[in-house]
């Protein structure tokens, strides 16, 4: 789901949520956040991105996997942070 929401300086705020199965394998990540870079990049909006990512143990704050992840979950982690 996507809302815009206009500003007074002229400029719109992209608001997204997105929900990913825990069995969506990485790549599936990767490519939504690589066509939603691609949307940022042709229309310079600014956006925020909310959801449930299903990656278990990840440390939102520092951006970091912890070393016990399982392999796949490794590659979801770095779908979402390159």
Same mark, same amino acid.
């Given at each position: 789901?996507?809302? %815009?929401?206009?500003?007074? %300086?002229? /400029?719109?705020? +992209?608001?997204?949520?997105? *929900? /990913? =199965?825990?069995?969506?394998? $990485?790549?599936?990540?990767?490519? *939504?956040?690589? *066509?939603? %870079?691609?949307?940022?990049? =042709?229309?310079? /909006?600014? !956006?925020?991105?909310?959801?449930? !990512? ?9 951006? +970091?996997?912890? $070393?016990?992840?399982?392999? *796949?979950?490794?590659?979801?982690? %770095? =779908?979402? /942070?390159?």
């Amino acid at each position: 789901m996507w809302v %815009e929401v206009p500003s007074s %300086e002229g /400029f719109s705020l +992209l608001i997204s949520n997105q *929900y /990913f =199965a825990p069995d969506k394998i $990485a790549d599936t990540l990767k490519g *939504y956040f690589g *066509y939603l %870079e691609l949307v940022q990049t =042709a229309h310079n /909006f600014p !956006f925020l991105r909310l959801g449930d !990512f299903n990656v278990t143990l990840f440390d939102w704050k520092l951006g +970091l996997s912890p $070393a016990i992840s399982q392999y *796949y979950d490794k590659l979801k982690y %770095e =779908a979402i /942070f390159p």
